[in-house]
């Protein structure tokens, strides 16, 4: 069964400081895996996309990797804001005979406290 | 990257009601997708519409309940029928221009009462 999990489910950390959001994956066959940002209120927003033979991405403070061999994929944020308060989303696409679906994660909720 | 406007941006509605949400693309494309989005949960994939055919609704769903039109390449609209409270969700349109490549709206807030 096609599956993406994420962890942790929460996570709270001070303004300044780093955090990893983690993604565990059983899709088959992978085409490519993203991380999105959804603030409250608002539509998921891509951070970054992966495909199998990249390891690592970045976007600014936000640096995403990939291990296709584990299947898992992480997103590290550095120097973290109160902005980067939001729900993050790892998706994973499946690219069938004639068509693609979109595997979402459950998301990590993250407050940044000041 | 595709701009995406939808409307309304929220409604209270009462049971029993419809409410049509309309979704627009600034550019042409292929597939545009329809998601639910209950409190706390992730996205999950409502149906798929494309120009010119029916949309393709995914298990659980169907189209009495989530009418679907599509009258061109920059448009769409989703019609949640007879609502009741556990219709309460955001609805986001998405596209893939090109396939793989997924953007969404801002999404649609609707509390049922």
């Known amino acids: 069964k096609n599956q993406v999990e994420q962890s942790p489910q929460s996570l709270i950390i001070l303004e300044g400081k780093n955090c990893t959001l983690q993604?565990?994956?059983?899709?088959?066959?992978?085409?490519?895996l993203r991380w999105y940002k959804q603030d409250t209120g608002r539509g998921p927003v891509s951070l970054t996309i992966m495909t199998f033979s990249e390891n690592t991405k970045s976007n600014g403070r936000y640096t995403a990797t990939l291990d296709a061999d584990t299947k898992q994929s992480s997103l590290h944020i550095t120097a973290s804001q109160l902005s980067d308060s939001a729900s993050y989303i790892c998706v994973v696409s499946v690219v069938g005979d004639s068509s693609y679906k979109l595997i979402f994660g459950s998301g990590t909720r993250l407050l940044v406290r000041p | 990257s595709a701009v995406i406007s939808q409307k309304p941006s929220r409604d209270i509605c009462q049971r029993g009601t419809s409410l049509t949400i309309q979704c627009q693309v600034d550019s042409q494309v292929t597939m545009m997708f329809w998601y639910r989005q209950q409190p706390g949960q992730s996205l999950t994939l409502i149906a798929t519409?494309?120009?010119?055919?029916?949309?393709?609704?995914e298990s659980g769903f169907v189209i009495d309940k989530f009418p679907i039109s599509r009258p061109n390449l920059t448009f769409s609209t989703l019609t949640v029928s007879n609502m009741s409270p556990e219709d309460s969700s955001i609805y986001l349109c998405?596209?893939?221009?090109?396939?793989?490549?997924?953007?969404f709206g801002p999404g649609t807030r609707l509390t049922v009462t």
């Open positions: 993604c565990n994956y059983t899709v088959s066959p992978f085409s490519n």
């Open positions: 998405s596209v893939g221009s090109p396939p793989e490549e997924q953007y």
């Open positions: 519409a494309n120009q010119g055919s029916e949309a393709t609704y």
